[in-house]
């Protein structure tokens, strides 16, 4: 995934006022791991967190 759009993702939880803690507990992943996921660079994020942070977000 590229960074732009892992930055859209992380803007979009801040206009929802969902934190790491809240959307790692409803992913069941560990907060540092969604994190680790979600830092600006290309390296590629699971499919069923990308899904599900979507669903969260919506």
Not at 8 to 29: C, H, S, T
């Amino acid at each position: 995934m590229d960074p732009a759009k892992k930055q859209a993702i992380k803007e979009k939880m801040e206009e929802k006022g969902v934190g790491f803690d809240k959307a790692a507990e409803e992913l069941k992943v560990p907060e540092l791991i969604l994190a680790l996921y979600l830092k600006e660079d290309s390296n590629p994020i699971p499919k069923r967190i990308v899904d599900g942070l979507n669903n969260l977000l919506q």
